[in-house]
């Protein structure tokens, strides 16, 4: 059974920096590509940003480009997002997710077959 278990949001305050965790378990982590999301009140979910298998390449959406960065550490089973320069537009629960094959690299969220619960995110301003 897929598990993907998100951890280290929190509230932050605007400019400031989180690092979130998602720990992957009942999957071959190293042979999946994994995407983070993000979905705020009121708004549909979105694509933040996917890496391939083995890290090696990475995309992100234009409203994080160079102020969040995607990485991964096969070794754990983990990938994680590290988000600086916050902002309050950032504020959101934010999901990993992992596509529905073996290095499948992909933004679109339909792709995606396994998901996290959330880890949510606030941003004051």
């Known amino acids: 059974q897929v598990q993907l278990v998100e951890s280290g949001g929190g509230l932050v305050q605007a400019g400031g920096s989180l690092r979130l965790s998602c720990a992957a378990s009942?999957?071959?982590?190293?042979?999946?590509?994994m995407g983070w999301f993000r979905q705020a009140p009121g708004k549909e979910r979105e694509f933040v940003s996917v890496?391939?298998?083995?890290?090696?390449?990475?995309t992100y959406a234009d409203s994080v480009k160079g102020r969040f960065t995607i990485s991964r550490d096969n070794a754990e089973n983990t990938v994680y997002l590290q988000m600086n320069r916050l902002k309050p537009d950032d504020a959101a629960v934010y999901y990993c997710?992992?596509?529905?094959?073996?290095?499948?690299?992909?933004?679109?969220?339909?792709?995606?077959?396994?998901w996290g619960q959330g880890t949510q995110v606030t941003v004051s301003s």
């Open positions: 997710a992992a596509p529905r094959a073996r290095f499948y690299f992909s933004r679109d969220q339909k792709e995606y077959s396994y």
């Open positions: 009942g999957l071959t982590f190293s042979s999946y590509a």
């Open positions: 890496i391939s298998s083995s890290g090696a390449s990475t």
